[in-house]
Every structure is written in structure tokens, then in C-alpha cells.
């Protein structure tokens, strides 16, 4: 697979999956109305929890050239690899991992589970979720680091990101983004405040790669959507697998290998 060229589109606001209460409109209607039944009946109350609070400050500032709204672009590790160009998405209502990661991550087929259903982006348009797996991922260096089982759906269609993470993991993380501040920061073991900052170069040669045009025509076998986002209306072509990965590609400098001692080294930092 030649990965040279730039991406042809980019999902940005992502609705569906597992937080959307189910597949069909019955099933989320029944879930509105449930929770609709709960907040009547229960009263809001504050927790008294003993939870140390997340704050940014001028320190949080680590470029010293101008932000220009860049998106919030991490590394996290995933099993024994380390995936750059992982988007942190609080508008989206899905895990996303695109099926061109999971093939550079040499993943078995068989660890995909069956999943039906669509994510729907900005306007509406729909991309057909190719299945799910669970993953072991980790966010922040050691010893300020977490490790959590993700649930990511899997979706077959171009993107700059290897990964989009969105409401469901960054609520599992306890995770707060800060865009002006370009970081992420959550809670660790002893209280303490782990802080992930954005890979200010990758954010925006993704940002920039999902604004080129491109000539690509799309082949007979190939059927085209329409990603709108925001400021921009980008051409999506779905590829068939079968045609595009008869060899097996090896993961690019996106993916490193993490050398691990013993499997109990793997998974030490859980909050």
C-alpha cells in the first residue's frame, strides 16, 4: 500500500457507535427516554471526591510560534506499539481506528469483531463501521501514565490520523483537552497529573494533508461519499481491501516497536 501520497478526506465530527445509546432509532429513543426518566426522579448533587484538579497555565505554552488552531495530535501505545498522529476528538462519539492502522499494525483478522451500523459525520454523511476489537492503550510516559482497555471501532476509508480518540476514551482517561493550550491532561496513580503535549509537527502536516486536492479518480469498484467538515468539502472513496492489501505492508515510521522485558512491565502504569 503507498502510503506517499496525501490523504484524500477527513472526518472530523464523528456521531454513532456505542455512545449513541444503540444501532437503530427505537434503541436510542428508549435510552433518551431513560435517562430523561432518571434526571426527573434523582437530584443533582456534588461529589465530595478527593480528586486533584486540572488546571493549565502559561507553563502548559510550549510552542513558541503562534497556535494557529492546530488540533490537539498525541502518541499513545497500543499493545507493544507506539501509534503517532492519534487525534484527540472530544466531538466525536467513537473510537476510531482506520482500517489502514490496523493493517499496518498487524493485526489478525480474527481479532476483529462483527459490528453493524454507520458514523455519521458533520452533515450527515455515513461511513459503514467495518467491525471493533479491544485494545490495551496507553496514555503519557512513565511513570505518569495510564493504561485502559479501549473498545475502537474500525472504519475503511483515508485519513491523516492513524487514530481519532474521542468522548468515550477521553472520559474513561478522565482526560481534559485544552486547545489554546495544546495538551491533554489526566489523573494518574497517588493523585498525581500526567500531561500530554500535542506533537505540534504532525498537527499540522495532518491539518495541512487534509486540505490537498488531488486528481485521484476513483475506480469502478470503489464508491465515493462526501466528508463535509466545517470549512471544507473533501471527496472520501472507500477501498476495497482485497485489491489493496494482497501483500502484507510492514508499519511505517508512524508505528514503533516498544521493547518489553516481561508482560507484568507491559501493563504497570493502570490508574
Known amino acids: 500500500m503507498d502510503n506517499s501520497g496525501p490523504p484524500r478526506g477527513i472526518i472530523n465530527c464523528i456521531s454513532g457507535g456505542y455512545a449513541e445509546g444503540g444501532e437503530t432509532s427505537l434503541a436510542r429513543k428508549r435510552s433518551y427516554r431513560a435517562m430523561l426518566a432518571i434526571e426527573g426522579t434523582i437530584p443533582i448533587t456534588k461529589h465530595n471526591t478527593a480528586e486533584p484538579e486540572i488546571t493549565f497555565g502559561q507553563d502548559d505554552l510550549t510552542s513558541a510560534g503562534p497556535n494557529l488552531d492546530d488540533p490537539v495530535v498525541i502518541s499513545i501505545q497500543t499493545g507493544e506499539l507506539l501509534v503517532r498522529k492519534v487525534l484527540l476528538n472530544p466531538g466525536s462519539s467513537a473510537d476510531v481506528l482506520f482500517y489502514s492502522t490496523f493493517v499496518k499494525m498487524q493485526l489478525s483478522e480474527k481479532a476483529m469483531q462483527p459490528s453493524s451500523g454507520e458514523l455519521v459525520g458533520f452533515s450527515g454523511e455515513r461511513v459503514p ?13 512513565p511513570p505518569l501514565a495510564k493504561t485502559i482497555d479501549i473498545q475502537y471501532l474500525i472504519v475503511d476509508c483515508p485519513s491523516p490520523y492513524n487514530i481519532i480518540l474521542g468522548r468515550p476514551t477521553l472520559n474513561k482517561f478522565r482526560a481534559v483537552v485544552s486547545t489554546l493550550h495544546l495538551c491533554v491532561k489526566f489523573q494518574v496513580q497517588n493523585n498525581k497529573i500526567a500531561t500530554v503535549h500535542s506533537d505540534h509537527q504532525q498537527a499540522r502536516l495532518c491539518y495541512n494533508a487534509s486540505l490537498k486536492k488531488t486528481n485521484i479518480q476513483p475506480r469502478s469498484n470503489q464508491w465515493t461519499k462526501m466528508i463535509h467538515t ?26 514503533q516497536k516498544i521493547p518489553l522485558t516481561t508482560k507484568a512491565e507491559q501493563f504497570t502504569y493502570i490508574g
Do not use: N
Open 129 to 141: 463501521i467495518k467491525g471493533h476489537i479491544w485494545l490495551k492503550t496507553t496514555m503519557g510516559d
Open 230 to 255: 466545517a470549512t471544507e468539502v473533501l471527496t472520501l472513496s472507500e477501498l476495497d481491501s482485497r485489491e489493496d492489501f494482497q501483500e502484507r505492508p510492514q508499519p511505517i515510521d508512524e508505528l
